[in-house]
């Protein structure tokens, strides 16, 4: 096993330090199309978490562990934006290194991803059961399944789900420990009771079409925190791509 412990970074840009965190099965490289845009107002900080693209010797052993390795080279200051599973890793950055995040955005992402009966929306568990049985067999196979459930639901759906591939494909493939636990984490994290301690501004940010992260999530969490959050109307769960144009505007404006 590597003892790698050093993460792939890109950096672009000038400005106020933006970090990009990616989601699960994925790379830094799904954010080429707004890193353009974002990096005339920003010093852009792009990360290949543990286990994935460039990163993809690096081992993480629990979210506290992914957290540390980002940490290591990630600016002293910053605005933490995570997408998916990468905005639990940024949540869990804001609740025990406060005073490195200045802003915590979270992208279609949940503090409990996995669904509770009728109390909490997410997804069913026996679909995070079914990738985790699923990855032993096929991981490539199981990681377009999880792109084309990502897009399902939006008008660009083809057009998001052949950009995930892209970006995916561009860079070495995912370690499989590194995906067991990324499931896991969907499947176990709650972050729901924590994230009133939170003293930094929020932004939530979600796809009106998610089928990931139900949009009934950010109505739920709208009262728990009496804060109010943004619907991105014709996305599912990668706005960043199927509204390009509205996502950089919205994060500019933070």
């Excluded at 954010?31 to 993809?56: A, C, I, K, N, T």
């Excluded at 959050?229 to 509205?246: G, R």
């Amino acid at each position: 096993m590597s003892t790698e412990t050093k993460l792939h970074w890109d950096v672009y840009g000038e400005g106020e330090s933006l970090i990009l965190i990616h989601g699960w099965g994925m790379n830094g490289a799904v954010w080429h199309q707004v890193v353009e845009e974002l990096s005339q107002s920003f010093r852009v900080h792009v990360v290949d978490l543990p286990g994935y693209g460039h990163s993809h010797q690096v081992h993480g052993q629990s979210i506290a562990d992914i957290a540390d390795k980002v940490l290591q080279d990630a600016p002293e200051k910053a605005i933490w934006l995570g997408w998916s599973l990468g905005g639990l890793i940024a949540t869990h950055v804001a609740l025990h290194q406060a005073q490195r995040v200045t802003k915590l955005v979270t992208l279609a992402s949940s503090p409990r991803f996995s669904a509770e009966g009728r109390t909490w929306r997410g997804i069913a568990p026996s679909v995070l059961n079914d990738f985790t049985s699923q990855l032993t067999e096929d991981f490539q196979g199981t990681i377009e399944r999880f792109m084309a459930l990502q897009a399902m639901g939006s008008p660009s759906a083809r057009q998001d789900v052949k950009q995930l591939k892209s970006a995916v494909l561009s860079r070495p493939m995912p370690n499989p420990n590194a995906l067991h636990l990324g499931l896991e984490l969907l499947a176990t994290i709650d972050y729901r009771e924590h994230l009133n301690a939170l003293s930094m501004p929020i932004h939530r940010l979600y796809g009106r079409l998610d089928g990931l992260v139900p949009v009934k999530v950010a109505t739920v969490l709208d009262k728990q925190l009496e804060a109010s959050s943004h619907i991105f109307k014709a996305s599912s769960h990668a706005p960043f791509m199927s509204e390009k144009q509205a996502f950089c505007d919205l994060i500019k404006q933070l």
